[in-house]
Nanobody
Framework: QVQLVESGGGLVQAGASLRLSCAAS????????VGWFRQAPGKEREFVAT????????AYAGSVKGRFTISRDNAQSTVYLQMNSLKPEDTAVYYC????????????????WGKGTLVTVSS
């Protein structure tokens, strides 16, 4: 079993930055791809970013490309999502998830989920 815990969310103004963390415990997450997803009120969960097990490959949703950066520190079993130039439309609960796939772009491919952290961006 892998337990994932997100942190770093909060209330910020448009244009600000936040860094989310996804800390893994239990079985090692080093061999898993990790993805960040988000769900805004009244909307379906959507893909945000993903990173391969070794950090060599990343992918982003078009809406966040150039503003968000995903990274990982396998020694600390933590994956990060640096979010810059935040917009009100980035407001959502952000979840991290893990999968044995090479990358994790689809929510139904995940094996483990965290409980999420809320990001609110005011205009």
């Amino acid at each position: 079993q892998v337990q994932l815990v997100e942190s770093g969310g909060g209330l910020v103004q448009a244009g600000a930055s936040l860094r989310l963390s996804c800390a893994a415990s239990g079985r090692t997450v080093r061999s898993y791809a990790v993805g960040w997803f988000r769900q805004a009120p009244g909307k379906e969960r959507e893909f945000v970013a993903t990173i391969s097990w070794n950090g060599m490959i990343t992918a982003y949703a078009g809406s966040v490309k150039g503003r968000f950066t995903i990274s990982r520190d396998n020694a600390q079993s933590t994956v990060y999502l640096q979010m810059n130039s935040l917009k009100p439309e980035d407001t959502a609960v952000y979840y991290c998830a893990a999968s044995k796939d090479s990358l994790l772009r689809e929510a139904d491919r995940s094996e483990y989920w965290g409980k999420g952290t809320l990001v609110t961006v005011s205009s």
